[in-house]
């Protein structure tokens, strides 16, 4: 081959693997064994995938504080795929109204989350099918017209006999920067003298976490109603 098209084909070869590079194909979070069903439910469920992810701790606490007060991407099972960079999710059960997607991570420091993302269309027990079922459903509508949540827990350690967990007082912080407002006291005002849940709210979405100012929490839920 003559040498000016032997530089001219790998340009060509260049510019079309560059798109690929470039967007970051490789995730940071690599598929492992998946858990085992209740064998009273194997019929129902299929297993739960794994992944390991290669950041620590404070990394994938810093991931799910962007993911939590992130007010332009729908709470949407692709929007959480970026935010951990994980394998592609999927469900755990046909349903042809709902796709319900969940994922054991773990990581550096022995940290495991677990993540579970539910899009639905309503009403769930009548009226048209909002998916084509499958591993990956198909959305027969537009995502604005989902009711969307993702439920972030940090389930165990692999490594210590303690369970970490999320500090709140930064989460405050950073849903104070954001321009995020705690409306649990408008939702649910207390009666009783029991702690209150935080529930902050932007636009349509909300976030809620399970602790106060000076403690640590394991649970977190954001949740997106359809746009009506």
Known sequence: MHP???WLMGILIFVATFPAIAAGSHPLCVEGAPEPVDPHFASQLRPTRTATCAYDFSELVARITK????KHDPDSVETAERAFAM?????SYDDPRRA???MILSGKDGWKLSVWVRESFYPLDKGRAGFVPGLRPKRLF????????IDLAVVGSLSAP????IPVSPFFDASLREGWQDIEMKVSPPTDGGLRTPLFQEGSKRVSIDGQRGQCAQ???LMQPAVR
């Open 100 to 102: 319900s997607y969940s």
């Open 67 to 70: 993911l939590s007060f992130d």
């Open 87 to 91: 394998p592609e999710m999927t469900t």
């Open 4 to 6: 000016v098209f032997r």
């Open 142 to 149: 537009k995502i604005k017209d989902a009711d969307l949540r």
């Open 219 to 221: 649970h977190i839920a």
């Open 162 to 165: 303690f369970v970490p967990c």
